[in-house]
């Protein structure tokens, strides 16, 4: 009798062992939850960047100024150059600004303002390559429409401070006239260094930004 009733318990112990084994092995179902418990967490965390990128109190502030650009073609120096300053913020790749300046150096100069849109395209190390896009008006006697078209490098010199070279298109026109001016200047920016995959260091996203990398470059919005 005893020795029925220690077989039925080896049984048992058994049976709970071989149970408790499999449930571990099958990890599967496990595996899949847990990937989809880590992407819902990622998809509501406030570091998701598809939902915290336009947060407009929080963006950190950029100035850009062109203290020099001039334009291609015949004339005097006076009528070719063009100088502006830009005011925005920064949305990481993204720079979203207003600029004012004048396209000569004449005292009678037509006055612009323009909205822009400025991408940080591709960076490889300090360096980086930036598109704008930009619409605005000249305070001329036409009332001109002002379009550009704008590709950059800059160098991050400083934490703060970048320089870059410049070249573009401005497209003015109105119901009587229209012209086509390509450019070529430098400008100087001011705002928070950008990492290698074009995100802010600090500010809002501080804690997200990875460190500047020196090595291959590294595109995005491609």
């Given at each position: 009798m005893n020795l029925r009733i220690l077989i039925m318990l080896a049984l048992v112990v058994g049976s709970a062992n071989l149970w408790g084994q499999s449930k571990t092995a099958d990890t599967t179902q496990?595996?899949?939850?847990?990937?989809?418990?880590?992407?819902?967490?990622?998809?509501?965390?406030?570091?998701?960047?598809?939902?915290?990128?336009?947060?407009?109190?929080?963006?950190p502030i950029y100035v850009r100024a062109t203290p020099f650009s001039i334009y291609t073609g015949a004339g005097s120096p006076k009528d070719r150059i063009a100088q502006?300053?830009?005011?925005?913020?920064?949305?990481?790749?993204?720079?979203?600004?207003?600029?004012?300046?004048?396209?000569?150096?004449?005292?009678?100069?037509?006055?612009?303002?323009?909205?822009?849109?400025?991408?940080?395209?591709?960076?490889?190390?300090?360096?980086?390559?930036e598109m704008t896009i930009g619409a605005g008006r000249v305070f001329d006697k036409q009332g001109s429409l002002m379009l550009e078209l704008t590709y950059s490098i800059m160098a991050q010199i400083a934490p703060r401070v970048g320089i870059g070279l410049t070249t573009g298109y401005y497209d003015f026109?109105?119901?009587?006239?229209?012209?086509?001016?390509?450019?070529?200047?430098?400008?100087?920016?001011?705002?928070?260094?950008?990492?290698?995959?074009?995100?802010?260091?600090?500010?809002?996203?501080?804690g997200r930004g990875r460190p500047v990398r020196v090595g291959r470059p590294h595109r995005h919005g491609r």
């Open positions: 496990t595996r899949t939850s847990k990937s989809q418990q880590t992407y819902y967490s990622i998809s509501r965390s406030s570091e998701d960047s598809t939902r915290s990128i336009f947060n407009f109190k929080a963006a502006s300053i830009e005011l925005g913020k920064s949305f990481n790749v993204i720079d979203l600004g207003v600029a004012f300046g004048r396209n000569s150096l004449r005292p009678d100069t037509s006055l612009f303002l323009e909205g822009r849109v400025t991408m940080d395209v591709a960076n490889y190390g300090i360096f980086a390559n026109s109105s119901e009587t006239t229209d012209s086509s001016k390509t450019f070529y200047g430098i400008y100087l920016r001011f705002g928070l260094l950008r990492t290698d995959s074009g995100g802010l260091l600090g500010g809002s996203n501080r």
